[in-house]
């Protein structure tokens, strides 16, 4: 079956832009989890919805970033002004409430 | 705040040989217990979870976990490894009661033929 998907799959964009990160998770999942990995470092928590709203949004670094899942399925990801810190694959996971969480493969953001 | 320490960067093993990859943790309460396997420009892969039960989880690949409360760790293992068991290796924790997972570092396991 399909798992979870993340466009795109590289991200190259100046200092000072704004970018839109998409996860679309697995059929079904309630809940839907973005994460930050960057290198040499296990993945550090950012966002988790349940169904369309924002259940726990403290891992979010600033008020730079912001997450939205309007229709309790797709969910985007935004960053606004990036800076070079931003660097770093964002990883999305999806999962039942209290179950195991699913990844896709990751969007890699460079900032130049 | 719960946490997770990986101790060991990279772990090398011969084929053939038992693994073992280690992890520790501090958590209030219950700990949910995780091992995630990333394979190189692919996302993070399940492999085996504590919840409650018995100590020794058994998970996929043939890859199993003891949970040890006393020393608070959750150590992976392997009786025979395997060249294509080489990846990086993620141990995390979820708090009872809670959703989001805290991970450790990570750890490269090389497996030597």
């Known amino acids: 079956g399909a798992g979870v998907s993340q466009t795109p799959s590289n991200k190259v964009t100046e200092k000072g832009k704004y970018v839109e990160l998409r996860c679309d998770p697995i059929s079904g999942h309630t809940a839907l989890y973005w994460y930050r990995q960057s290198l040499g470092q296990g993945p550090e928590f950012l966002i988790y919805?349940?169904?369309?709203?924002?259940?726990?949004d403290s891992g979010l670094p600033n008020d730079r970033f912001f997450a939205v899942r309007p229709e309790g399925s797709v969910s985007t990801l935004k960053i606004q002004r990036t800076e070079r810190g931003d660097s770093a694959v964002y990883l999305c996971?999806?999962?039942?409430?209290?179950?195991?969480?699913?990844f896709g493969p990751g969007t890699r953001l460079t900032v130049l | 705040a719960q946490s997770v320490a990986q101790p060991e960067d990279q772990v090398n093993v011969a084929e053939g040989n038992p693994l073992t990859v280690k992890c520790t943790y501090s958590v209030s309460g219950n700990p949910y217990l995780f091992w995630y396997v990333q394979y190189p420009n692919r996302g993070l892969q399940f492999l085996l979870k504590?919840?409650?039960?018995?100590?020794l989880v058994k998970g996929s690949y043939g890859f199993e976990a003891e949970f040890n409360k006393s020393q608070t760790s959750f150590h992976l293992k392997k009786p025979s490894a395997l060249v294509s068991d080489s990846a990086l290796y993620f141990c995390?924790?979820?708090?009872?009661?809670?959703?989001?997972?805290?991970f450790g570092k990570g750890t490269m396991l090389l497996v030597s033929p």
């Open positions: 504590y919840i409650t039960g018995d100590n």
């Open positions: 995390a924790v979820v708090p009872s009661g809670y959703s989001t997972l805290t």
């Open positions: 919805f349940q169904g369309t709203g924002a259940a726990d």
């Open positions: 996971a999806s999962s039942f409430v209290g179950n195991e969480q699913f």
